[in-house]
């Protein structure tokens, strides 16, 4: 995650809860990414029910160059998706 500002932030100076380090440093290391075996994973078609309006489609349909292959199948209603790219970090 990015997060950008016209100017310097101040902001008062607190030790992380689930990282190392402090609101003074612009960088959080040391977070391990999960495996997506042991992510929350669901069907799309159940994700899709129950985001139901709070659901953000990004992307869309891109235009694919003559005589280059699609990369990806569409995909389905059964195809299993994470429910949340990014989960909670463990104490």
Same mark, same amino acid.
């Given at each position: 995650m990015y997060?950008?500002? +016209?100017?310097?932030? !101040?902001l008062p100076?607190?030790q992380?809860?689930h990282?190392?380090?402090?609101s003074?440093? $612009?960088t ?7 495996p997506?075996?042991q +992510?929350?994973?669901l069907?799309?078609?159940q !994700?899709?029910? @129950?985001?139901? !309006?709070r659901l953000?489609?990004?992307?869309g349909?891109t235009?694919? *160059? $003559?005589?280059q292959a699609?990369?990806a @199948?569409?995909?389905?209603? $059964?195809?299993?998706v994470?429910?949340?790219w990014?989960? @909670? *970090?463990?104490k």
């Open positions: 997060v950008m500002s +016209e100017s310097p932030l !101040k100076e607190q992380r809860i990282h190392s380090g402090s003074l440093g $612009d959080i290391y040391g977070v391990a990414k999960t997506m075996e +992510e929350w994973q069907k799309w078609g !994700k899709k029910k @129950a985001l139901g !309006k953000i489609l990004v992307g349909k235009e694919i *160059p $003559d005589g699609e990369s @199948a569409p995909r389905k209603t $059964d195809t299993m994470p429910m949340c990014h989960s @909670a *970090p463990g």
